[in-house]
């Protein structure tokens, strides 16, 4: 079953100028995905290839320009208002840097049991349930009268975890939730969060820069470039199999995994408002021929649930 | 490509021989307003043309030992033990004076986030023209020519006309050579590269890794690598110093340290990041402790497996095990 969908989603940003208005920035453009129950779908790309918007397009913060967004098969943005909001408890997330997503001024006692309370779950409810979640995520109840700031940044982003669960959701969004941890912290986290999939059986939307972390976590992974979805397979086609030339460069880019003489990387990513024409990767891409340049490839399938948007492969 | 300039030899790398560059003597550095210790009895030595890694989680030390090696410390931290000894002399006891003719042209600092660090109302080609007036006495059209020297060779495309941008102008990649080119603009003999690539995209990465590669190739160019991340170690040192709660852990080649590291708080390192197509993890439990929370025994004994009580009671020293490896630990 499909929890989320996503159908050419569309989304722009207009930049501001001194006098009137600016230009627009297409940060998505035609992203198509789905995310089905009990899976983990990793994100990997690198900063500005939108990430973080298709993540916000995910959790309902923003509504696409163009595109749907299924939510447990309901299309979100045409439901009555009191639909939409009986559905947003069951998509949550976490993000990169706990100490800015928490409120530094509430205990975190009142963090965990906030999305309960405003339920209308009452508040000796909402306060053994946050009790039992903060010990879920491998926390003593000890911290429950404390403020953010007294915790370590490993401890924070288990708050930040216990706080997403405690409305039971379907799906939580993780946008860059290891980023800001120490490698050892790192672990920890990562296998607490496998763990609460199966407990809990819940889908990941994994959004990471960080390809080796990804594949650690993820069922299939998409690679996302300059707002599109270039590639998107099984797990296991990323450890070995035909690969987007992006893919291949952002794999050979891994520290360890660099090859000394190897294709090397050309440039950096142009800027979104001056996207080359074709295919977006041409001008980085050491294989790119005359057709790259012209006409964009489509995404297409080429292996078993293994697609790449690439006239090369 | 650009234009590769020659006006220095290539030096071979060399192996660690001789008198080291810089070296570290029981450096401890204290934190004056709640008076503990920062870093305890930090020993280290780097070696002419060599890269030297030091590694650890955030809150051990690092840091500080890379603004050590400049003389410089933060606000509230003052040394209260040991030397840091630049070709003999103690950096520690010069007068202000002398360590500042010191900084910038012998020893040079780069940092993971360049927009921070490089003067936003000031053009790039300025800060680096600054550099050459103060250490190399160069000024008008001798200054411009050296800086698009500079900037060609940590390889900014285009550099007749990115030395009038601004830093906001560039891409974080190309602010990463535009601050390594600075700090070569004093000709260095060693270069603290604190996290140079943290802030960096994966791919762009990969070019400032080959681009310090390079320069060390080139100039003889030592440099002090300072990361979280091991498997970026891996591709860049030489060797390889690991640090926990304020002192070195474990020292040793690169090679030695990957295929038999023999502190558990490196090899739990080593396992800690997801390797391709591992589905498990290592977990070491717990925390770095931070400073003025040390335990009395071994700093890294309540994380580890392997404890008895002697850990628990006495501190361990630095004990060597092989050629070129020393590990703080009873045990192994």
């Given at each position: 079953?499909?929890v989320l969908?996503l159908?050419?989603?569309?989304?722009?940003?207009?930049?501001r100028?001194f006098?009137g208005?600016?230009?627009?920035l297409?940060?998505?453009?035609?992203?198509?995905?789905?995310?089905?129950?009990?899976?983990?779908?990793?994100l990997v790309?690198?900063?500005?290839c939108g990430?973080?918007?298709?993540?916000?397009i995910?959790?309902?913060?923003?509504?696409p320009?163009?595109?749907?967004?299924?939510?447990?098969g309901h299309?979100?943005?045409?439901?009555?208002r009191?639909?939409?909001?009986?559905l947003?408890?069951k998509?949550?997330?976490?993000?990169q840097?706990p100490?800015?997503?928490?409120?530094p001024?509430?205990?975190?006692?009142d963090l965990v049991?906030?999305?309960?309370?405003?339920?209308?779950?009452?508040?000796?409810t909402?306060r053994?349930e946050?009790e039992?979640?903060?010990?879920?995520v491998?926390?003593?109840?000890?911290?429950l009268?404390?403020?953010?700031?007294?915790l370590?940044?490993g401890q924070?982003q288990?708050?930040?975890l216990?706080?997403?669960?405690i409305?039971?959701?379907?799906?939580?969004?993780?946008?860059?939730?290891?980023s800001?941890?120490?490698?050892?912290v790192?672990?920890?986290?990562?296998t607490?969060?496998?763990?609460?999939?199966d407990?809990?059986?819940?889908?990941y939307l994994?959004?990471?820069?960080?390809?080796p972390?990804?594949?650690?976590?993820?069922d299939r992974?998409?690679?996302?470039?300059?707002?599109?979805?270039?590639?998107?397979?099984?797990?296991d086609?990323?450890?070995?199999?035909k690969l987007h030339?992006?893919?291949?460069?952002?794999?050979?880019?891994?520290?360890?995994?660099?090859?000394?003489?190897?294709?090397?990387?050309?440039g950096?990513?142009?800027?979104?408002?001056?996207?080359?024409p074709?295919?977006v990767?041409?001008?980085?891409?050491p294989?790119?021929?005359?057709?790259c340049?012209?006409t964009a490839?489509?995404?297409?399938?080429?292996?078993?649930r293994?697609?790449?948007?690439?006239?090369?492969r | 490509?650009?234009?590769?300039?020659d006006?220095?030899?290539?030096v071979?790398?060399?192996?660690?021989?001789?008198?080291p560059?810089?070296?570290?003597?029981?450096?401890?550095?204290?934190?004056?307003p709640k008076?503990?210790?920062?870093?305890?009895k930090?020993?280290?030595?780097?070696?002419?043309?060599e890269?030297?890694?030091?590694v650890?989680?955030?809150?051990?030390?690092?840091?500080l030992?890379g603004?050590?090696?400049?003389?410089?410390f933060?606000?509230?931290?003052?040394?209260?033990?040991?030397?840091?000894?630049?070709?003999g002399?103690?950096?520690?006891c010069?007068?202000e004076?002398?360590?500042?003719?010191?900084?910038?042209?012998?020893?040079?600092l780069?940092?993971?986030?360049p927009?921070n660090?490089l003067?936003?109302?000031?053009?790039?080609?300025?800060?680096?023209?600054?550099?050459?007036?103060?250490h190399r006495?160069?000024r008008?059209?001798a200054?411009?020519?050296e800086?698009i020297?500079?900037l060609s060779?940590?390889?900014l495309?285009?550099?007749?006309?990115?030395i009038?941008?601004y830093p906001?102008e560039?891409?974080?990649?190309?602010?990463?050579?535009?601050m390594?080119a600075?700090?070569?603009a004093g000709?260095?003999?060693?270069?603290?590269?604190?996290?140079?690539?943290t802030?960096?995209?994966v791919?762009?990465q990969a070019?400032?890794?080959?681009l310090?590669?390079?320069?060390?190739?080139?100039?003889?160019?030592?440099?002090?690598?300072?990361?979280?991340d091991?498997a970026?170690?891996?591709?860049?040192?030489?060797r390889?110093?690991?640090?926990?709660?304020?002192?070195?852990?474990?020292?040793?080649?690169?090679?030695e340290l990957?295929?038999?590291?023999?502190?558990?708080?490196?090899e739990?390192?080593?396992s800690?990041r997801?390797e391709?197509?591992?589905r498990?993890?290592r977990?070491l439990?717990g925390?770095?402790p931070?400073?003025?929370k040390?335990?009395?025994?071994?700093?890294?004994?309540?994380?580890?497996?392997?404890?008895?009580l002697?850990?628990e009671e006495e501190h361990?020293?630095?004990?060597?095990?092989?050629?070129?490896?020393?590990v703080?630990?009873?045990?192994?």
């Amino acid at each position: 079953m499909k929890v989320l969908e996503l159908k050419g989603v569309e989304k722009s940003y207009r930049l501001r100028r001194f006098f009137g208005r600016g230009e627009s920035l297409r940060v998505l453009r035609g992203v198509s995905l789905s995310l089905f129950e009990n899976e983990v779908l990793g994100l990997v790309g690198e900063s500005g290839c939108g990430k973080s918007t298709l993540a916000r397009i995910a959790l309902a913060l923003e509504a696409p320009d163009a595109g749907e967004v299924l939510f447990l098969g309901h299309n979100f943005w045409t439901l009555a208002r009191g639909e939409r909001k009986r559905l947003r408890p069951k998509f949550q997330a976490v993000f990169q840097d706990p100490a800015a997503s928490l409120n530094p001024r509430k205990k975190i006692e009142d963090l965990v049991s906030e999305p309960l309370r405003l339920q209308g779950v009452n508040r000796k409810t909402a306060r053994e349930e946050a009790e039992k979640l903060i010990e879920m995520v491998g926390l003593s109840a000890d911290v429950l009268p404390r403020f953010p700031h007294q915790l370590s940044g490993g401890q924070r982003q288990r708050v930040a975890l216990a706080r997403a669960l405690i409305s039971r959701p379907r799906v939580i969004v993780l946008d860059e939730p290891t980023s800001a941890l120490d490698v050892s912290v790192q672990a920890q986290i990562l296998t607490l969060l496998k763990d609460l999939k199966d407990q809990f059986g819940l889908s990941y939307l994994f959004i990471s820069h960080d390809l080796p972390v990804v594949l650690f976590m993820s069922d299939r992974v998409g690679v996302m470039y300059l707002g599109e979805v270039v590639e998107i397979g099984p797990r296991d086609v990323f450890l070995n199999g035909k690969l987007h030339p992006y893919t291949e460069l952002l794999l050979s880019s891994v520290p360890g995994r660099r090859k000394r003489k190897g294709p090397q990387t050309i440039g950096e990513p142009p800027s979104l408002l001056r996207l080359p024409p074709g295919c977006v990767f041409h001008p980085r891409c050491p294989e790119a021929v005359e057709i790259c340049r012209k006409t964009a490839p489509e995404l297409r399938e080429i292996g078993p649930r293994h697609m790449v948007a690439c006239h090369r492969r | 490509m650009q234009p590769r300039s020659d006006g220095v030899a290539a030096v071979e790398p060399r192996a660690r021989e001789g008198v080291p560059l810089l070296r570290i003597e029981a450096l401890g550095l204290c934190f004056i307003p709640k008076r503990y210790a920062l870093l305890d009895k930090v020993d280290l030595e780097i070696f002419p043309g060599e890269i030297l890694g030091l590694v650890g989680e955030s809150g051990c030390g690092k840091s500080l030992t890379g603004l050590a090696c400049l003389g410089l410390f933060p606000s509230g931290v003052k040394p209260f033990s040991g030397r840091v000894l630049f070709k003999g002399k103690d950096l520690l006891c010069l007068p202000e004076k002398e360590v500042r003719a010191y900084r910038g042209r012998r020893v040079a600092l780069i940092f993971q986030e360049p927009l921070n660090a490089l003067n936003p109302v000031f053009t790039v080609g300025y800060q680096i023209e600054e550099v050459l007036k103060l250490h190399r006495g160069l000024r008008g059209e001798a200054a411009r020519a050296e800086a698009i020297r500079l900037l060609s060779e940590v390889r900014l495309p285009d550099p007749e006309t990115r030395i009038r941008n601004y830093p906001h102008e560039l891409s974080g990649g190309m602010r990463q050579r535009a601050m390594i080119a600075m700090a070569l603009a004093g000709e260095p003999e060693l270069l603290v590269a604190d996290e140079p690539t943290t802030a960096l995209d994966v791919t762009v990465q990969a070019q400032i890794l080959d681009l310090l590669l390079e320069l060390r190739e080139r100039r003889g160019l030592a440099i002090l690598f300072i990361s979280h991340d091991l498997a970026l170690i891996r591709e860049v040192a030489d060797r390889v110093a690991v640090m926990y709660a304020g002192e070195v852990v474990e020292v040793a080649g690169k090679d030695e340290l990957f295929e038999n590291p023999r502190h558990p708080y490196t090899e739990a390192l080593l396992s800690a990041r997801p390797e391709f197509g591992t589905r498990k993890l290592r977990l070491l439990p717990g925390q770095v402790p931070s400073p003025g929370k040390w335990p009395a025994g071994c700093r890294f004994a309540p994380r580890c497996r392997e404890r008895e009580l002697r850990c628990e009671e006495e501190h361990p020293e630095m004990r060597p095990v092989g050629p070129g490896h020393a590990v703080r630990c009873f045990r192994r």
